[in-house]
């Protein structure tokens, strides 16, 4: 029972945003110009044999947003919703999130229009590496440099790495991260966005004055960022008493055991049925009388129709774009603390920097290495966004937009146009 998702167009949501940051900056138009637009976009045809011997065509895109700072990075994805206009949006994200957390990367993002829950391992082994053909003059270490995204994983980044090894006739690891282990992938990096999202949630909560331990939580999206967030949450001693995936919420008054539930997850590819819980519906679950709620589903699940009944004091964006700009001034105007995504998801990005660092270095770190590098990024940038948010008085989005753009602003003033 998947949540409507309403017409709001991710990238005028981007826009928008990105419009009411620089200006609470006072940028000058020629420099929001310069920063504001995708600097390359690409959209490709991806042929593929499917299993049954017919060919069927996929549309998909890579797009660039920008390399100011740095190498381009963003995740791909695969989802029959995939646009141009959602990859673009997704692509801004990314470039003011690396600069949220102050890594040396620009934005990019690439998606695949497909339906990969009815697809084959073969079906998608074949369209990840056609798909790799058509966008390797943009990709590489130094130039632009995917990863994983809503339904692809790290057999994916496997099969982009080694299409694009073989292309160029020796390994290349350092082309995707959230690869494999056994390929050059970083301890941690499988539960970076989780983690990330726990640190920003532990962050917002001492500056609440609010205890996570016993704090009652809500997720939205059972994937990646949503389990392991409420893994981290629940071994923190909050309560996580209700969660969703797409076939179904899950309700436990007296909180959920996630380690179970993520068990079930993985056996069966569903949380729907998990003993000792209630179903609800996914209104139910974001109307929920909680303290913490954690959209990590997709964008625009909260909107103007649904967002009044929200009654947690903090919504902390695992997801990208979860809330319609409506849906975000209702619950500015209701008085809850929001993490937006740029600040609160960008653990995963973080940890990918941390990969790529690590082949290009051919030397690989600790487990507790990664989650403390994790950590003192994460609560820096938690620390950075604050002050601009109590200091100029703005929402926390436009403090971590105005964070993001202005770095970028900063970079591209020193570059200067060329030629
Ligand atoms: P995923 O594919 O692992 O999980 C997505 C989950 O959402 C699945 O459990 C799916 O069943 C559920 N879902 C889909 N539609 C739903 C709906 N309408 N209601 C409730 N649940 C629904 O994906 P992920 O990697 O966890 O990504 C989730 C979000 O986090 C996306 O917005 C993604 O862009 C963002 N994100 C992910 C990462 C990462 O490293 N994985 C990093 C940054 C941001």
Redesign the pocket.
Known sequence: M??TRVADNAYDVALENFETAANALGLDHDTQEMIKYPERVLMVTVPVRMDDGHIRRFEAYRVQHSQVRGPAKG?IRYHPQVTLDEVKALATWMTWKCAVVNIPFGGAKGGITCDPKHMSQGELERMTRRYTSAILPLIGPQQDIPA????TNSQTMAWIMDTYSMTKGYPIPGVVTGKPISLGGSLGRNE??GRGVFYTIECACEHLHLPLKGATVAV???????SIAAQLLHEAGAKVIAV???TGCVYNKNGLNIPELMHMKVLCGHVEGFPESEAIS?AQLLALDCDILVP???EN?VHADNAEAVRAKIVAE???GPLTPAADRILQNKGVFIIPDILC?AG?VTVSYFEWVQDEQHLFWEAQDVYNRLERVMKTAFRDVVKIHVERKVPMRIAANMLGIGRVAEAVQLRGIYP
């Open positions: 998947p949540t995740g994983p995204d809503v339904y970076a966005t939205q999206g059972f994937g990646n960022a949503g969703s995936d797409s996914p990590a589903a997709l699940t695992a997801a990208n998801n995963g």
